[in-house]
Nanobody, 129 residues
Framework: QVQLVESGGRLVLSGGSLRLSCTAS????????LGWFQQAPGKEREFVAA???????YYGDSVKGRFTISRDNAKNTVFLQMNSLTPEDAGIYYC???????????????????????WGQGTQVTVSS
């Protein structure tokens, strides 16, 4: 079982930066892929970024070049550095995890919510124009 706790969300001005953190409990953090999803009011959760167990990274089209995902296995933490924020980046940001042990793990795209096994409670990001 893995528990995820996000932090770092707050109000920021358009054009500003923010770093979100997600800390996991449990063992074998390095064997999990971690993802970030954004949920704006009235919308579905959308893929933002993911980092695999081999440190390969993936990004949604709207955040490429602005956001950076990274992980610190020693601290059981994944980060999302968000730069050049716009009001369209506002919403609740959720951290999610999926293990590398499943038989289909090698085929995961990490871009869909159904691929993940564990979810955090989310952290609110507000971007003021």
């Amino acid at each position: 079982q893995v528990q995820l706790v996000e932090s770092g969300g707050r109000l920021v001005l358009s054009g500003g930066s923010l770093r979100l953190s997600c800390t996991a409990s449990g063992r074998a953090f390095r064997d999990y892929a971690l993802g970030w999803f954004q949920q704006a009011p009235g919308k579905e959760r959308e893929f933002v970024a993911a980092v695999k167990w081999d440190d390969s990274t993936y990004y949604g089209d709207s955040v490429k070049g602005r956001f950076t995902i990274s992980r610190d296995n020693a601290k059981n933490t994944v980060f999302l550095q968000m730069n050049s924020l716009t009001p369209e980046d506002a919403g609740i940001y959720y951290c999610a995890a999926v293990s590398s042990w499943g038989t289909m793990a090698r085929y995961l795209s990490l871009r869909y919510t159904f691929e993940y096994e564990y979810w955090g409670q989310g952290t609110q990001v507000t971007v003021s124009s």
